[in-house]
């Protein structure tokens, strides 16, 4: 592992490294991502989702890939586009539904919604709606492993935007001084609401600005679940060896507004078509799974049709869980006597 | 006179600011959008549309897209401030000032005193407040206290379009830093508003209803629910002053202490968490300044001490509603004294 | 009883809350000192010396000190805390809230709500407060209302030895985000301390002087100069209830309220700025539920409504003195009701 | 001029490129740098002066080699260290002299004190007590240069304590993608109070983190004026020119405390002493412009006198001046009307 700029590494994807099993989980989270997106999509244009939705689509299988490597009791902390990492951590899909709907058995119980989706059962520290809000946080965590001498680690997922934030550069520094296990994870989508990353990171790139910190970092195609699973793989391990934080960079394509309903007039001409079509990482992952005979076409399809009927399912449970309790406004303020 | 919205109001006072002075300068995040992308420039002109239009008539030196770097935002407004233009930085939420109050609160709004009066710091800073969008804890909080309490600072909280579009052309032309708080709620409420230039000057209560029986001050949108509950009791033969402070600081102390003056009860009402909030202060200056007056508690209507729940039973239950401002309002009324 | 400062009281339940458990760790700049220099580790001991000999004692894992990097420290915290951990975070002077203040207001303190109660975020936030030090506007302000306002925070502010030790041996077993303020200017004081660990209630006042003519309610250091004014004015047979709430959130309303119905009469004293702060919440209190036994206005005591200034006279004049106090307890006695 | 990091350069010492005017003057104000904080920390001892101080002793010739290039207009802002960066850039020392021990005529009307020393003619934008809090504020002076169409630059001063903190970096940034006229240079003496540098910053050094945000950054020798005044003519001209920020880390020492009072316990053994004896700016610079015949001993000797007495003069009339009125308590919170 370096920390020179020239070899900030962009693996190509090949699916060596990857078992059957490891592959289908893998896919398997990134169809119930999708589809769950694609189901509170559908929800929310009904009117039966409230507030405000950030989708994940098109990102899969930066989460995914990831995910793949860390336990339950490894620690994620994700951003106010939080759904595909909460999934991909192993959160609870029905608890999640409920939660985005505003219903008992939420996840929050209904006070957190979206932007606040978490499990704490599964090492997933929150979504976070404050841009920079994460990367403080997932140092305290990744500290904790330290400290307790565990070997866990902390990712805190961020974007491109998020990448300009400075508690995330006080964060990144703060890691590289304690040598804590530490993972900054850049999903560069390319967007910030509607500014373009070109023009918001000022450096040559997020990796490399990175990389002035004083720790690896690295650059890798986020459409591609087994090039991100093999970087991974490497990074989950420096950090567990306890040699200090990584960061990477996962170019992937956003194939939704920045919040749904949001008209996107910054987008160019077609270009949204063309990304669904050319950076598609399931039809991708699919393919080249295919290909390598890693999987079959019918498995999968297999996989596709009964994830398609479990977010069915907890879509309708959600739609028939009762609101919360009005009583319930101020439970919870305290963890303790107040 | 012309039907304006309060989100029109505000885009044309500051088009007409920026017409007028070639110092004054927007900046923030999305203030027009599209930065950097193959798509249409001024794509959103603010995420609430507020600085729309602005890119295509003033061009990128003077309408500034930025990074997601709230304090370099605002302190880069501040620096600006001192050096010669007027900035009207956009924060776009107002829970967002825990990524840059220092810039707020020791900066821009400490420079002239703690510089002898040397430094000028003539800059806004709009930002947008109010629950009831499902947005959750941390994009629905009313912080207005949260600035109000700085010496240095000017805070203003319009109310309706008229008084947006005043507030505003007087915030660009103040000398201070002046925080700019619009409440998402109002932005597409509209009352008639001039085309010209206007200024509403600061520390200058409006009185939104005269009456006799009791004072209701309010802040913010919970206003129109107060006047809601006014109009009703109206209807049974009860009057209220209802009076809109329209600025937190300076704060137009003399008409709420004559008013209550007269009425001898107070209902102070706003969408802040109940602690150290602006219902405790008008109500501690009353309790104060006009005790002889008062013929009943003060009564204060206010959020809940919680955070803003998600969920729409539970953030109703949060806001506070006209049923809790009539329930309270009769409370007072009901008092023997 | 041994007599201990307020200094040696806290560094005394530090060492022995982090005896006692191992999950207690301490963070901040200079909370050791020394670190990567050439010379002597614990060189500082935190730049009070409040933290001295826990390096020597717990080791780097758990005495960290920091780059200055405020954000990260307290996001740290959070994180830490939510995680297996019992941080103790320093914030060198309160004022620094302002880089730090998202991870405070909008992170830790809404955790566990937001979350549904599934997240905790047992951490303490260690801060110093208190203007006299000449130390100027961003050295020397108390925002301890800035704290209290937000649902999901307790805030402590001791005012003796024994408090500190006791309310700090609680805030640390506390499962909340405590923010534990201490006044620079009472670190040289001393009181009896008991060796052994003991804990204070957090929203328990304590009544500093029992009386019927007045209650005088003070947060922080301003309490003692209340002491003495009440002692002066107790020669003349004027008797005060002194309360000090030692922790603003939870704020004991009961005590104060049980006071004023007995006498009537308040003065509130505190070192904030005098817009939204805590003499404004608990007169609002008071005025809102035991107007019925008031029978003079609320006087509140607080710093001016400036920047603190660096000047000797300035900065004497801006915080509330013994003679201010003096002059309103006055003026709310002799009002004929 | 590259951002390529093998070429973060370390000019060396070479009085060519100054003319013996220019030379003068920057002794002058090293000289005037050196006595004032002499002179304040004895007038400390004896009680004269109220707070605290941070002195610039052993700094001076970063702030007098860089603001040989700047102007009156030109703008610099400092931080809580911030006398030296005060007299370099022109401010009133009696004036100065007056603030610190807060008098009526100080230049903030002894509002702002030692921590707040501003001189607003003179283009010095004020120390600030809270460490990186000047980096944004300076970034608002780079635009009003660039939006005004003047080729002004603003300088932030920093420390290297004040280079790890969000504030800076997001200044840094935001400098960079606004292509403003703005120069960090960061005076890295070795200390955030008694942190060490090479503890705190995390990165291999300031100047290298600098440049990862896509800016040219260099390091210099901050003990030697000539030095420092090369690259800093190539930096300000760069800057005028619209090429957007650049960043400077200069090394210097600190002969003092953080601050006046500071025991200093974590000082090496004999270390200030070292420090004083090699690395004197104030001597290097004479040395060697003596034997390159830029000036002679008496000139300078005569130069040394004139201050000491000119220094004298300013405390005297310092401890003479009334205290501020009681009555400006409440003047200039506001600048309008209230
Ligand atoms: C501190 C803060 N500033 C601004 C926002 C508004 N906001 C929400 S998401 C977003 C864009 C984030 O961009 P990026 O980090 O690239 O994440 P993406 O949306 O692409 O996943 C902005 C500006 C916010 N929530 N918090
Ligand atoms: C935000 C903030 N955090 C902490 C401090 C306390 N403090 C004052 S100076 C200082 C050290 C600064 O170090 P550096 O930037 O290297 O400057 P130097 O003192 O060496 O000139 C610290 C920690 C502060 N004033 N502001
Ligand atoms: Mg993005
Ligand atoms: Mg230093």
């Not at chain 1, 989508?189 to 070109?198: F, I, L, M, Q």
């Not at chain 2, 304090?71 to 407004?77: F, H």
């Not at chain 2, 000032?97 to 806004?124: E, L, R, T």
């Not at chain 2, 009425?263 to 300044?289: F, N, Q, W, Y």
Request: charged share 25%.
């Amino acid at each position: 592992m370096s920390i020179d700029t020239q070899e900030i590494t962009k693996p190509k994807a090949s699916t060596k490294g990857m078992s059957k099993q490891q592959f289908l989980k893998a896919y398997r989270t990134m169809r119930t991502i999708r589809d769950f997106e694609d189901k509170i999509s559908e929800q929310f244009m009904k009117g039966n989702i409230p507030g405000f939705l950030h989708l994940y689509s098109g990102q899969e299988a930066v989460a995914a890939g990831l995910c793949l490597l860390l336990d339950d009791d490894d620690y994620v902390i994700s951003t106010h586009r939080g759904h595909g990492h909460c999934i991909a951590k192993g959160g609870d899909v029905g608890g999640m539904m409920k939660e985005i709907m505003a219903k008992q058995g939420g996840l929050c119980d209904g006070k957190g919604g979206s932007m606040h989706i978490a499990d704490f059962d599964k090492g997933m520290l929150g979504a976070n709606a404050i841009v920079g809000g994460g990367p403080p946080i997932i140092v305290g965590a990744a500290l904790s492993a330290k400290t307790l001498g565990t070997d866990r680690v902390g990712v805190a997922f961020g974007g491109d935007g998020s990448s300009n934030q400075g508690t995330t550069f006080e964060a990144m520094n703060l890691a590289v001084v304690l040598k804590l296990p530490a993972i900054f994870l850049f999903e560069n989508n390319g967007y910030g609401e509607g500014t373009h990353a070109s023009y918001a990171v000022g450096s040559k790139d997020i990796a490399s600005r990175a990389q002035g910190f004083g720790m690896p970092a690295y650059k890798v195609d986020g459409t591609d679940l087994f090039a991100v699973y093999e970087l991974c793989k490497q990074v989950v391990e420096h950090c567990r060896q306890g040699k200090g934080p990584v960061t990477i960079e996962a170019s992937v394509p956003r194939f939704k507004g920045h919040f749904e309903g949001d008209p996107q007039a910054y987008r160019g001409d077609g270009e949204i078509e063309r990304l669904m079509k050319e950076e598609d990482c399931l039809e991708i992952a699919r393919k080249a799974a295919v290909k390598k005979k890693l999987a079959n076409a019918k498995e999968l399809d297999a996989i596709d049709e009964e994830i398609a009927s479990y977010i069915n399912e907890v879509t309708e449970a959600a739609l028939a869980a009762p609101a919360p309790g009005d009583d319930e406004l101020l439970t919870n303020v305290y963890s303790s006597a107040y | 006179m012309p039907v304006k919205t309060y989100r029109e109001a505000i885009n044309e006072a500051l088009h007409q600011a920026m017409a007028e002075d070639s110092s004054v300068i927007v900046l923030g995040e999305e203030v027009s959008g599209g930065a950097g992308c193959d798509g249409s420039r001024d794509a959103y002109g603010g995420v609430m549309g507020v600085t729309k239009g602005l890119l295509p008539t003033y061009g990128e030196s003077r309408v500034i897209d930025t990074p997601i770097t709230e304090s370099a935002i605002i302190g880069a407004a501040a620096g600006a401030a001192q050096t010669g233009l007027r900035p009207v930085a956009e924060l776009m939420f107002m829970d967002f000032f825990g990524v840059c109050f220092d810039q707020i609160y020791n900066q821009a709004a400490k420079f002239h005193y703690m510089f002898g009066g040397k430094a000028k710091c003539p800059m806004v800073i709009r930002c947008t407040t109010g629950a009831g969008w499902r947005a959750g804890a941390q994009h629905s909080q009313n912080l207005t206290q949260m600035v109000t309490m700085v010496p240095g600072l000017k805070v203003v909280c319009p109310t309706n379009a008229y008084d947006a579009k005043g507030l505003m052309l007087q915030a660009i032309q103040d000398d201070d830093c002046v925080i700019f708080v619009e409440d998402k709620i109002l932005y597409d409420t509209s009352c008639e508003v001039p085309d010209e230039m206007y200024t509403v000057p600061f520390g200058e209560a409006k009185y939104y209803r005269e009456g006799s029986d009791l004072t209701i001050v309010a802040i913010s949108n919970p206003m129109h629910k107060v006047l809601a509950v006014a109009d009703r009791l109206e209807a049974e033969g009860i009057t209220c002053d209802v009076i809109d402070p329209r600025t937190t600081s300076p704060l137009d102390e003399e008409a709420i202490l004559e008013s209550v003056e007269m009425t001898g009860r107070l209902v102070v009402v706003d969408e802040m968490t109940p602690r150290c909030g602006m219902a405790s202060d008008i109500s501690s200056i009353v309790a104060e300044k006009a005790f002889g007056s008062l013929r009943a508690p003060i009564k204060k209507v206010t959020a809940a001490h919680s955070p803003v729940p998600f969920a729409p039973n539970l953030e109703d239950a949060w806001i506070p509603q006209e049923a809790d401002i009539e329930a309270a309002v009769r409370q007072v009324l009901e008092y023997a004294s």
